[in-house]
């Protein structure tokens, strides 16, 4: 069964730091497009970050981009998130997400992906 872990969220004041951590179960992920989303109360689900599979190229959403950086480990089955300048509306669960193919791209879409983690926490106070 795959299982895709978050960790690292927690509570943090404005303009702190934070690193979230996605650990794969299979090492099949290591060349699967990768992805965060997050969902703040009350909103959608939103596109964050996404890191290609084998050539490691990064795409991030307007409002991630310039602060936060997604990177991977394939020695560790593991897929990163550095969220740094971090803002009050950062503030919502992040979720990581895995396509199911090595041939595909990363997306923006969250329905593009098949595989997703049980999300971590993140709070921002200002």
């Known amino acids: 069964q795959v299982q895709l872990v978050e960790s690292g969220g927690g509570l943090v004041q404005a303009g702190g730091s934070l690193r979230l951590s996605c650990a794969a179960s299979?090492?099949?992920?290591?060349?699967?497009?990768m992805a965060w989303f997050r969902q703040a109360p009350g909103k959608e689900r939103e596109f964050v970050a996404a890191?290609?599979?084998?050539?490691?190229?990064?795409y991030y959403s307007d409002s991630a981009r310039g602060r936060f950086s997604i990177s991977r480990d394939n020695a560790k089955n593991t897929v990163y998130l550095q969220m740094n300048s971090l803002k009050p509306d950062d503030t919502a669960v992040y979720f990581c997400?895995?396509?199911?193919?090595?041939?595909?791209?990363?997306?923006?879409?969250?329905?593009?992906?098949?595989?997703w983690g049980q999300g971590t926490q993140v709070t921002v106070s200002s």
């Open positions: 299979r090492r099949t992920f290591n060349n699967y497009p």
């Open positions: 890191v290609s599979g084998t050539d490691a190229n990064t």
């Open positions: 997400a895995a396509r199911n193919s090595i041939l595909l791209r990363p997306t923006t879409p969250q329905s593009d992906y098949a595989y």
